[in-house]
């Protein structure tokens, strides 16, 4: 027969396999008392009972690790604590629509195991941390509206397993990094709205994936170059209010089915069929 100490040790066994990891524990609580508004969420309010259980918190099946943090649209203000860097297993981050303020923490670059990072739409005010090019397991990255600034980081080049990318409606600056054309995965790349300059790189054709490039409402100069009608699956192609002065025919060899936008840029004509009809400018003789 199974006695009662047999009973009670198993119950405190599984209890234990079940809790939440102090370090995590402790960032919650560190989330919890540096964030406004989060105390008005169920669980949050009390900072008592399982923090697997408060509103937004997901971990792993084991429950010693929290794996995802969902606290979008909740209204929350502060700064983004930078302990949230030590959540070792993390895999989705999910803060935006809120009214956060302050800098990206570079330590979020510490978070290994991050697939997904939403920070869109908040008063964020800093500048890209170069620490993201340690996230090779990151495939989704989202910081648009907010008040970004300075250029991408060249270390970004090495986020090997991005596949959207999305910083437009910033006041971000400078050339495109070349680094950014390892970033072969990439199938969506969105960065305009900004204040970046100089030549569209080249080697911009490396991203095979690409089916959509947003590169309008910058300052950008000088010749579209050729070698982008080798992005095979680009079906949307946003170039308009730049100061560029060449569009190659090469880029018929596109899909581009839902256009190619080259209008208000320094140009009398395209060579590009496609992109002439859809920005209403004659073909190039």
């Known amino acids: 027969m199974v006695n009662i100490a047999t009973i009670t040790c198993l119950v405190g066994c599984i209890a234990a396999v079940l809790s939440l990891n102090p370090n995590d524990q402790a960032v919650l609580h560190e989330i919890r008392s540096s964030m406004g508004n989060i105390q008005k969420l169920p669980g949050w309010s009390t900072g008592s009972g399982n923090p697997c259980s408060w509103y937004g918190v997901t971990c792993s099946t084991d429950g ?159 010749p579209v170059p050729d070698e982008l009608g080798e992005l095979w699956q680009l079906n949307e192609l946003l170039l308009n209010n730049n100061t560029l002065t060449y569009v190659p025919a090469s880029l018929d060899q596109l899909p581009l089915s839902v256009g190619c936008d080259v209008a208000f840029n320094n140009l009398t004509c395209s060579y590009s069929k496609k992109c002439a009809q859809y920005s209403g400018l004659p073909v190039c003789q």
Request: proline letters at 7%.
């Open 64 to 222: 010693q690790f929290v794996v995802q943090l969902a606290l979008n649209r909740t209204g929350l203000t502060g700064s983004i604590p930078p302990k949230i860097g030590q959540l070792s297993m993390l895999q989705m981050l999910l803060l935006q629509e809120n009214e956060l303020t302050g800098p990206i923490p570079p330590e979020l670059g510490y978070c290994f195991q991050l697939v997904e990072l939403h920070l869109w739409e908040n008063n964020l005010n800093s500048t890209l941390p170069s620490e993201f090019g340690y996230l090779t397991e990151l495939q989704v990255l989202d910081l648009d509206t907010n008040y970004l600034y300075g250029q991408i980081p060249r270390e970004w080049g090495a986020m090997a397993s991005l596949t959207y990318l999305d910083l437009d409606t910033c006041a971000l600056s400078g050339p495109i990094p070349e680094s950014l054309s390892l970033l072969t995965l990439l199938q969506r790349l969105f960065l305009e709205f900004n204040n970046f300059s100089g030549p569209i790189p080249s080697g911009l054709s490396a991203l095979t994936n690409l089916q959509v490039l947003h590169l309008h409402a910058n300052q950008f100069t000088g």
